[in-house]
DNA sequence: CAGTGGTCTAGACCACTGA
DNA sequence: CAGTGGTCTAGACCACTGT
């Protein structure tokens, strides 16, 4: 009856999608659980808190295991460099910059990154392209603030996404997903037509509390983000 | 010297992020970084391991564990019911029910949940009010064939995502969102203006292998879904 | 083949929290 | 205060995989 934490992760699973265990009711505690399977408790603990970062159980000291009446629902989304993207398509990925100039920070953004008054930030707006067709338009602030050394960088070779996960090795983020109007100058970089429905992604960057940069990414028409769980 | 798992996790992402240990390259093994914090071989490798799930190191057996060189950015997202969704905004909830009937399942349904010719599925569609407000328009397909006791419930007191929820405990879904454009009947739903762009997601769901529910939930213009990480 | 991470154990103590 | 999960330990064996 010796079992792994994977056996008998996927058997409580099994167990609770087949209705044995309902929503809502008390598991038997990690020594019973040890018993039942002949393993150690650790591994029994293991698989159940495996479980609990699913969202399928519910765990609490003293209160002992239950499974979620409703289980929370979690997508996890792979937010790859456009690069990747692309390449893993298999088509091929080209970059253009756009335009490119130092700007006092607008007031919106000031507000959004929480960056000093008067602050300056490099403004950038590129384009990716997947085979030669438009794939992605990029509309990038950096603060020059915390990053002064992105003004010495040009970014005609690649793009700044590249250069901040090269400069910056890790951070903090907020994004967000909604659906945009293709306005005249989007639905021109993007070969859509004017009033298309963009999916655009939105991401403002911090490290450690010091804003890094935000950027608004819209893709051509018809794109979708998709994953299982 | 001692230290927890979460604290060698701590120390170990500030080594990164200030650039002490430079992306790609080979870090301390778990005995050396055992050694090094003063604990056992097992804190370590939980540290590490969850490191490792949240895509900032990357670990081969006998190759030994390296610093991404791009880390993986992950975004989770919760997938909560409507209901929840606008109750935790501090809005009333409201549910109605506009279409309710049995069809034969249409071809792009049938190959997209891979189910037989001639199968028959309860169509849906409903609408979700916050404060009265539309809030999000639901076009629903549950197949005859896995689920037939759907063809009983009325769904006129609440949805059909509750009556799912409660009824299958647990399933495999695939998920994606994009943007749509309002056709004439959604704005109306929605109360929103024609070619209004719209977030939108599409969950396809199957229980052990047999399709449940093909759902297209169309949110009301400038929604968001926002996350951090 | 040997080095590294992956997993398991048996036991211990601790931290929370429900009754 | 007592029951449950959370964490740690010291040691062991195993499974991969680079050399």
Redesign the pocket.
């Known amino acids: 009856m010796?079992?792994?934490?994977?056996e008998i992760k996927a058997d409580i699973l099994s167990k609770i999608t087949k209705g044995h265990w309902q929503p809502g009711s008390l598991m038997p505690?990690?020594?019973e659980l040890a018993d039942i399977y002949g393993?150690?408790?650790?591994?029994v603990?293991?698989a159940?808190?495996e479980l609990?970062d699913d969202g399928i159980i519910e765990?609490?000291?003293?209160?002992?295991?239950r499974v979620r009446a409703s289980p929370i629902r979690q997508a996890r989304f792979d937010i790859p460099l456009v690069r990747r993207e692309i390449e893993e398509k298999g088509a091929e990925y080209r970059y253009s910059l756009a335009a490119r100039s130092v700007e006092q920070t607008p007031d919106w953004l000031r507000e959004r990154l929480n960056l000093d008054d008067g602050a300056r930030a490099l403004h950038l707006v590129c384009m990716h392209y997947a085979d030669d067709d438009p794939y992605q338009h990029e509309d990038r602030w950096i603060s020059l603030a915390t990053l002064p050394q992105a003004e010495k960088a040009d970014f005609i070779q690649s793009g700044p996404n590249e250069w901040l996960v090269a400069t910056i090795p890790f951070s903090n983020a907020e994004i967000s997903f909604s659906a945009t109007l293709a306005d005249a100058r989007l639905a021109d970089f993007l070969g859509s037509r004017l009033g298309d429905p963009l999916f655009t992604i939105e991401r403002a960057t911090w490290f450690e509390e010091r804003a890094i940069t935000y950027v608004r990414l819209a893709y051509r028409p018809g794109h979708r983000m998709t994953t299982r769980y």
């Open positions: 010796k079992s792994t934490y994977r505690n990690e020594i393993c150690a408790r650790a591994t603990n293991r159940m808190r609990a765990r609490r000291r003293k209160a002992g295991t």
